[in-house]
């Protein structure tokens, strides 16, 4: 098994930034204040439904616009990828990564072994900038959002 050079850098003019963590849960409006309350964020309750994901989310940010966020994500109906993870209870879902161009993260990425787990697509959350998602060999999800 090959390793992976920790510090190999990403493609130059494409380091990744963190943008957020995303949390599965059943149900954005059960619990949305409350999660926000003990983040001491505030919410303003807006949910945002992307079909193309099949996935409703919403975002909190602790420590003003600039600062990461923690993104609330549900299933957008019984066939949304996220429903199985959710049955078995949600939690961490994934970490997310603003980068420069998009396809030249994920040819890096699948240089170090990861997987591409959905090919790059509009978000709506995003104002239809394009996401992609992979798999590490860690088992890792990554979102990456290009800029």
Known sequence: MSQ???????????????????????????????FA???????????????????????????????????LVEPAGEKSPLQKFVEKGGGLHHVCYEVDDLNLQLEHSRSQGAVLAKAPLPAVAFGGRRIAWVFTRHKLLIEYLER
């Open 4 to 34: 992976i050079d920790l510090n190999q850098s990403p493609p130059a003019g494409n380091a990744p930034a963190f943008h957020h963590v995303g949390y599965a849960v059943k149900s954005i409006a059960d619990i949305g204040g409350e």
């Open 37 to 71: 309350r003990s983040l001491g964020a505030n919410w303003d309750g807006e949910i945002i439904h992307d079909p193309l994901q099949q996935a409703r989310v919403s975002f909190f940010r602790c420590g003003g616009v600039g600062a990461a966020a923690v993104e």
